[in-house]
C-alpha cells in the first residue's frame, strides 16, 4: 500500500523529496486514491499497477 502511494504521488524522506508518477508527468490528484494522468503517460501508470498485481479502476475523462 505504501509501496504504491510512494511510487504515484511521491514522498519526503528528511529535507529530499521525492517525485511520484503524478508529478513528473503532471497529473491530478483528486482525493487519497483518484488521480488523473495525460493519455500520453497512460502506459507508465498501468505498468506500475502491473508490476505491483493491483487492478485499478480506470475511467477515461475528456478535459477541454
Do not use: M, S
Not at 491530478?28 to 500520453?40: L, N, S, T
Not at 498501468?46 to 493491483?54: G, V
Amino acid at each position: 500500500r505504501v509501496n504504491i502511494h510512494r511510487k504515484l504521488f511521491g514522498y519526503k524522506l528528511g529535507k529530499r523529496e521525492y517525485k511520484g508518477l503524478v508529478q513528473k508527468v503532471n497529473g491530478i490528484k483528486y482525493g487519497r486514491g483518484a488521480f488523473c494522468v495525460p493519455i500520453e503517460h497512460y502506459k507508465e501508470t498501468l505498468k506500475i499497477f502491473r508490476d505491483l498485481r493491483i487492478t485499478p479502476q480506470i475511467t477515461e475523462i475528456w478535459i477541454g
